[in-house]
């Protein structure tokens, strides 16, 4: 063992917290951007090529196509090359992605660019959690989890902001070339960091890896219990697609993942996201007033979800979902009755601002983070890494729908009939969250895994 791993037991241990606390904020404040940054720049973008909604659609939805493809890939690149080699790789093609989107001369190229931008976020997404789940001190692993979700609905707050900034000028290139900068810093606090232990374990290398956690925790006891524990798991082998086949219980989990990703994607919150300028437009704002309530939109996403932090272990997941989306599909239908009879006065525009910011609390503080909480709750231990990368699969794919209709939506049924469907299938999801989904609160994993696989009732597995 090299000395110098263990040389300060307290003050490199801190020192390697501090940076992956760093990597944490910058992975989700990347997302984040990333998801924020195009809802500013559209209206510019189709100015300057001159281009159709359809156009628009595909150069939005582009990105979470890539994302899709990415996701899966790094599945295999995570194990093949490690955490840190395939957050590094996310990092340049996110930085190459930027740069290209800041200078496309062409919607071709754009919409290429976006594709680069959305394998970066793919890979990083799938990785950066599992990176952190596995380097993280036990006492603050759930805070920096936690904290990398809160930094992607802050990126999203900071890539509206800077649009809002910039589009005084019009200066789209900028919008979307800037998010190269936090890439940057992303890279170089990746290339700091130490390999996963768990990874150099599982490629049988443990003097590495105990080399690693003495840096990570300074304490001998605490490196040989957890470097025990990690062995222990590894000797329940990942076999995901061979349970899949063989065990319909499993499929059922995995279905149950499918369906809650759906279900968040389909609330119509990305639809806010994505085009939340164009939406105010309806509502009659110029330009300036848009880009402002679109800030506005970005600063009660990032509020909102501190209810869910507060309540999650407190009323339960099913409560906060039942909650959520009837908050949604109330501000929704009040949005699409209000476009519906037409928004004439300057009190009719503000009250449809607030319906509309009432939608993004119900989202943000149940769906939103609920939906990933309970994706990674109800798989089982043999097949977590396979139901979890379908169900991330399966959230890309219906972000890229939501992405690539909506305007199609408006141009086809009108605004008011647009909204009046969102908010159709929150009531939908009512019902679904009451008959198929599970409270799974204060419950242990194994419990959940021991009802699964005897065939209890996917509601009641939780039980």
Not at 10 to 37: E, N, Q, S, W, Y
Not at 163 to 186: C, E, H, K, N, Q
Not at 206 to 214: Q, T, Y
Request: net charge positive; aromatic share 10%; proline share 3%.
């Amino acid at each position: 063992m090299n000395s110098n791993a263990i040389a300060s037991p307290t003050a490199r241990p801190k020192a390697t917290v501090i940076f992956t606390c760093i990597l944490a904020a910058l992975a989700g404040l990347m997302f984040g951007l990333d998801i924020g940054v195009i809802s500013g720049a559209t209206q510019f973008i189709q100015a300057e090529f001159k281009v159709s909604d359809h156009t628009i659609e595909w150069i939005v939805s582009a990105m979470m196509f890539g994302a899709a493809v990415g996701a899966v890939a790094a599945s295999w690149l995570s194990a093949a090359l490690g955490r840190k080699r395939s957050l590094i790789l996310g990092a340049v093609l996110f930085v190459l992605g930027s740069l290209l989107c800041g200078m496309a001369w062409s919607p071709e190229t754009l919409i290429a660019a976006r594709l680069v931008l959305g394998l970066a976020i793919g890979v990083a997404t799938f990785t950066a959690p599992l990176y952190l789940a596995e380097v993280a001190p036990e006492h603050i692993r759930g805070a920096m989890i936690s904290t990398y979700q809160l930094m992607i609905t802050i990126g999203i707050l900071v890539a509206f902001l800077s649009d809002t900034a910039l589009s005084y000028t019009g200066a789209w290139r900028w919008m979307l070339g800037v998010i190269a900068i936090p890439g940057v810093l992303f890279l170089l606090g990746v290339l700091m960091l130490p390999d996963s232990p768990r990874w150099l374990m599982m490629r049988g290398r443990r003097d590495e890896a105990l080399g690693v956690l003495h840096r990570l925790r300074g304490d001998a006891a605490v490196v040989e219990r957890e470097a025990a524990d990690i062995e222990e798991q590894l000797k329940t082998p990942q076999r995901g697609w061979h349970l899949f086949l063989e065990n319909r219980n499993f499929r059922r989990s995995v279905g149950l993942g499918v369906l809650l990703q759906l279900m968040q994607q389909f609330t119509g919150m990305n639809v806010v996201m994505y085009y939340a300028p164009r939406i105010f437009q309806t509502m009659g704002y110029d330009t300036a007033s848009q880009m402002w309530f679109t800030a506005l939109v970005g600063l009660t996403n990032v509020l909102a979800t501190f209810i869910a932090i507060a309540l999650i272990d407190r009323w339960g997941r099913k409560p906060i979902l039942y909650t959520g989306f009837a908050v949604m599909a109330v501000g929704l239908g009040v949005v699409g009755t209000m476009m519906h009879g037409g928004i004439a006065t300057h009190a009719e525009q503000i009250f449809t601002v607030a319906m509309l910011l009432v939608f993004i609390v119900g989202f943000a503080m149940s769906a939103g983070p609920l939906v990933w909480t309970l994706c990674s709750e109800i798989q089982p231990l043999k097949g977590r890494d396979f139901g979890i990368g379908c169900s991330t699969f399966t959230n890309w794919i219906a972000n890229m729908v939501v992405g690539a209709t909506f305007l199609t939506l408006l141009n086809g049924i009108g605004n008011g009939n647009t909204f009046w469907l969102y908010a159709a299938l929150n009531l939908v999801f009512i019902g679904l969250t009451f008959w198929l989904i599970p409270e799974t609160k204060g419950v242990t994993l194994e419990q959940i895994e021991r009802n699964l696989m005897h065939g209890k009732r996917l509601r009641d597995i939780g039980r």
